[in-house]
């Protein structure tokens, strides 16, 4: 029967593929079995950025009472997911299996130190990200990350639902605290955020959906303008490009307030407010294709134009298109024309 055999097995070589990533055993492997039970003496893996060591007992009869510890390296993010294009940093896992082997239970912790991650189309790294996620066959809870987002603190806590050896949902809730960020030359950004990140398998992308407060927003970038007031009236619209909905990954929902938004360039000074007493600000889309809903209300500032300063004294701007961002202007600016002729009046030109 299965509880009289004994004796020792001696492997020299074991590979195995787990996740897309080589395995194989760092030194041999042994395990003694008596009447019935394998007890392993000794069983540690290795592969890229990958240490294990395997610890336990496993039999027919009473099943599986086995032991995964070890250190991943978390830079093989950066070659096994098309979003993440740099990582670093390792994952220290403790990991406990028990139960039948045709379907085991698996309990286990896992903790995420130092780790930094850069993402496709996102300018700012996740730095300094430590945390701690314990799960089941079932359930992953993500408890205690936090990483630094620019100058400022990024906190997340979630759980994850596991079915069919896959995601079958999750919820995150995000929060970001006195972020400071440059996403391009000549835009300086501050802001406070609260948003949730969700996904069940009736969405045909993750959704994130939250608020951003606006600390500070500074637009110091040139600007040219036509050189007509003719072709000022007539702008054109950058190309889009190509777009395939198949490569979204988000779609997103984040409604905007905060403090005003400050333009200091060549061409203008002036303060533009969000304008939300008749409807919300919002950033919406996907990933690849973002557009803006809402209004901004113009306040006191100046515009150059030629030789000329002109005080803007009020004007409204409009974001209808979900696509893309494309305002429609409704400004009205003024200024003063001094003729050298004392006979003539000087104008006062809207």
Same mark, same amino acid.
């Given at each position: 029967s299965d509880d009289t055999y004994g004796?020792?097995?001696?492997?020299?070589?074991?590979?195995?593929?787990?996740?897309?990533?080589?395995? #194989?055993?760092?030194?041999?492997?042994?395990? @003694?079995?008596?009447?019935?039970?394998?007890?392993i003496q000794r069983m540690?893996?290795?592969?890229?950025?990958?240490?294990?060591?395997?610890?336990?007992?496993?039999?027919l009869r009473t099943g599986l009472r086995t032991r995964v510890d070890g250190v991943v390296d978390l830079g093989l993010l950066a070659t096994t997911s098309p979003t993440v294009t740099d990582a670093r940093g390792r994952l220290e896992l403790g990991v406990r299996i028990s139960g039948d082997a045709s379907d085991p239970s698996v309990f286990g912790e896992a903790r995420?130190?130092?780790?930094?991650?850069?993402?496709?189309?996102?300018?700012?790294?996740?730095?300094?990200?430590?945390?701690?996620?314990?799960?089941?066959s079932h359930r992953l809870i993500f408890e205690d990350i936090h990483a630094r987002l620019g100058s400022g603190w990024v906190d997340v806590a979630g759980v994850a639902t596991i079915a069919d050896g896959g995601l079958r949902d999750y919820a995150f809730d995000v929060g970001v605290r006195d972020a400071a960020l440059r996403p391009m030359a000549g835009v300086d950004l501050g802001f406070d955020a609260q948003a949730r990140l969700h996904w069940e398998p009736s969405m045909r992308l993750p959704m994130l959906r939250g608020q951003v407060q606006l600390e500070r927003l500074v637009y110091s970038r040139a600007t040219s303008l036509s050189p007509t007031l003719g072709e000022l009236n007539r702008p054109e619209l950058e190309g889009l490009g190509e777009y395939d909905p198949a490569n979204d990954n988000l779609d997103v929902e984040l409604?905007?307030?905060?403090?005003?938004? #400050?333009?200091?360039?060549?061409?203008?000074?002036?303060?533009?407010?969000?304008?939300? @007493?008749?409807?919300?600000?919002?950033?919406v889309g996907t990933d690849q294709r973002l557009g803006v809903l809402g209004q901004l209300a113009v306040q006191r500032g100046s515009v150059r134009f030629r030789n000329a300063v002109l005080e803007m004294r009020n004007g409204d701007i409009r974001f209808d298109d979900a696509?893309?961002?494309?305002?429609?202007?409704?400004?009205?600016?003024?200024?003063?024309?001094?003729?050298?002729?004392?006979? #003539?009046?000087d104008w006062r030109i809207s």
């Open positions: 004796g020792d097995l001696h492997l020299d070589t074991l590979e195995v593929e787990v996740a897309g990533i080589p395995i #194989r055993n760092d030194g041999p492997i042994d395990v @003694h079995f008596v009447r019935g039970e394998g007890r540690a893996l290795a592969g890229p950025g990958t240490e294990l060591n395997v610890s336990g007992r496993a039999s995420v130190v130092d780790g930094a991650f850069r993402f496709a189309g996102f300018p700012v790294p996740l730095e300094e990200l430590n945390g701690h996620v314990t799960f089941s409604t905007i307030t905060g403090r005003p938004i #400050r333009v200091r360039n060549n061409l203008l000074t002036v303060d533009i407010a969000i304008a939300d @007493h008749d409807r919300p600000f919002q950033i696509t893309r961002i494309n305002p429609s202007f409704d400004v009205t600016a003024e200024t003063d024309i001094r003729t050298r002729d004392l006979d #003539r009046n």
